[in-house]
């Protein structure tokens, strides 16, 4: 199977910055979309940015202009760089992964998530 680590997570004061990663490991044939989306207390899970495995981009509209999504393919890890934050995206991270497997099949994988919190 596959499982997504995400690390990178914490306490930022309001326009602060933070860089979140997520490594996939795993009997992994190939990665397709990669993707992070957050949750807040109350509230859906809902899309933050997503990259395709040739490097195209996807971003909500809360999000653009502050964060930038990018990956390293050999690595098979994804990235976040999350500048300007603001007190509203504090929120659980998640690191989500379409994967081809050697046994074969494809699925769809979610990382345990990261909290991310914005306060001053």
């Known amino acids: 199977q596959v499982q997504l680590v995400e690390s990178g997570g914490g306490l930022v004061q309001p326009g602060g910055s933070l860089r979140l990663s997520c490594a996939a490991s795993?009997?992994?044939?190939?990665?397709?979309?990669m993707g992070w989306y957050r949750q807040a207390p109350g509230k859906e899970r809902e899309l933050v940015a997503a990259?395709?495995?040739?490097?195209?981009?996807n971003y909500a509209d809360f999000v653009k202009g502050r964060f930038t999504i990018s990956r390293d393919n050999a690595k098979n890890t994804v990235y976040l760089q999350m500048n300007s934050l603001k007190p509203e995206d504090t929120a659980v991270y998640y690191c989500?992964?379409?994967?081809?497997?050697?046994?074969?099949?494809?699925?769809?994988?979610w990382g345990q998530g990261t909290q991310v919190t914005v306060s001053s």
């Open positions: 989500n992964a379409d994967a081809s497997l050697y046994s074969g099949g494809y699925y769809n994988y």
């Open positions: 795993g009997s992994i044939f190939s990665i397709d979309n």
């Open positions: 990259i395709t495995s040739g490097g195209s981009t």
